[in-house]
Structures are given as structure tokens and as C-alpha cells.
Nanobody, 115 residues
Framework: QVQLVESGGGLVQPGGSLRLSCTAS????????MVWYRQAPGKQRELVAH???????TYTNSVKGRFTISMDNAKNTVYLQMNSLNPEDTAVYYC?????????WGQGTQVTVSS
């Protein structure tokens, strides 16, 4: 059984920064990709950033230049460094991973950007 545990959410002022972490644990042979999604109230869940095991990254347009996804393969951990946060970034952020051809989700962590 594989589990994803996220951390790092919280309340931050506009213009501030946060770093989210997501660690995969359990029976893991190979992590194919790790992804951050977010879901704001009343909106559909959207893909924020994606990273493959080889380090290739993609971002949704609204976060390009502000967010950085990275992965520590030795720790089975993906990070999302979020800078220049604005109120539109407020959402529950979910970690998603494809591990050994199976998809897993974390429980989500709340990010609130407000003055």
C-alpha cells in the first residue's frame, strides 16, 4: 500500500511564499511522475505542475515564473515552491503520483492567500 502525505500549507499574505512537500511511502518500486493539483471553492480541480522521474517539468500558465516543482528521488518527495502568491492561488492543493503504474492521491493541504 502506498500513501502520499502532504505538508506545508497555511495562511500567507499576498506576495508571500510557501513550500509544499509530498512524501510517498510504502511499497514503491518506481515513481513515474508526481503532480500538484489544486481546487478552489466552486471550481474544478486543475493541474498546477508536473514532474517526471527524469526531471521534466510542466506548469499551468497562471503559475509559470512563480512556482517551481522539484523532486528528491532518494526521499520519494516532491516539492512545490510557491512565490509571489496572490489571492487567486487560494485552494486546497493535492499531491498526485503515478507509482508502479498506479495513481495515488494525497489528502490535500489548504493554502490561503489573504491580507
Amino acid at each position: 500500500q502506498v500513501q502520499l502525505v502532504e505538508s506545508g500549507g497555511g495562511l500567507v499574505q499576498p506576495g508571500g511564499s510557501l513550500r509544499l512537500s509530498c512524501t510517498a511511502s510504502g511499497s514503491i518500486f518506481r515513481i513515474n511522475a508526481m503532480v500538484w493539483y489544486r481546487q478552489a471553492p466552486g471550481k474544478q480541480r486543475e493541474l498546477v505542475a508536473h514532474i517526471t522521474s527524469g526531471g521534466k517539468t510542466t506548469y499551468t500558465n497562471s503559475v509559470k515564473g512563480r512556482f517551481t516543482i522539484s523532486m528528491d528521488n532518494a526521499k520519494n518527495t516532491v516539492y512545490l515552491q510557491m512565490n509571489s502568491l496572490n489571492p487567486e492561488d487560494t485552494a486546497v492543493y493535492y499531491c498526485n503520483a503515478v507509482i508502479d503504474s498506479q495513481m495515488y492521491w494525497g489528502q490535500g493541504t489548504q493554502v490561503t492567500v489573504s491580507s
